[in-house]
């Protein structure tokens, strides 16, 4: 099984800006994308940025597009999701995610997931 540890979450002010890392454990070699999803209270899981393994090709959802970023380091066997100019909007539970096939933005395509870390943005 693979094992997911996110960190980085916090409150921070509209336009600011924060990191979240994701550190995979277990049988990871198997893993062919990391992605991060979101879900803010009421609302549903949404996608929010993924990255091929091996690649390294990036896919992030139009919200977000421009603003975040995300990249990993293989060696760490880590993904990070920097997030600049921040947004109320934003606020949400975000979650890492490991996938095992290429359907990048299918939530079900992700067999493994981390616990949340929460991002507050405030006004």
């Known amino acids: 099984q693979v094992q997911l540890v996110e960190s980085g979450g916090g409150l921070v002010q509209a336009g600011g800006s924060l990191r979240l890392s994701c550190a995979a454990s277990?049988?990871?070699?198997?893993?062919?994308?990391m992605g991060w999803f979101r879900q803010a209270p009421g609302k549903e899981r949404e996608f929010v940025a993924a990255i091929t393994w091996s690649g390294g090709r990036t896919f992030y959802a139009d919200s977000v597009k421009g603003r975040f970023t995300i990249s990993r380091d293989n060696a760490k066997n880590t993904v990070y999701l920097q997030m600049n100019d921040l947004k109320p909007e934003d606020t949400a539970v975000y979650y890492c995610?490991?996938?095992?096939?290429?359907?990048?933005?299918?939530?079900?395509?992700?067999?493994?997931w981390g616990q949340g870390t929460q991002v507050t943005v405030s006004s």
């Open positions: 277990g049988r990871t070699f198997n893993i062919y994308t």
């Open positions: 995610a490991a996938g095992l096939d290429p359907m990048i933005t299918t939530e079900k395509s992700y067999h493994y």
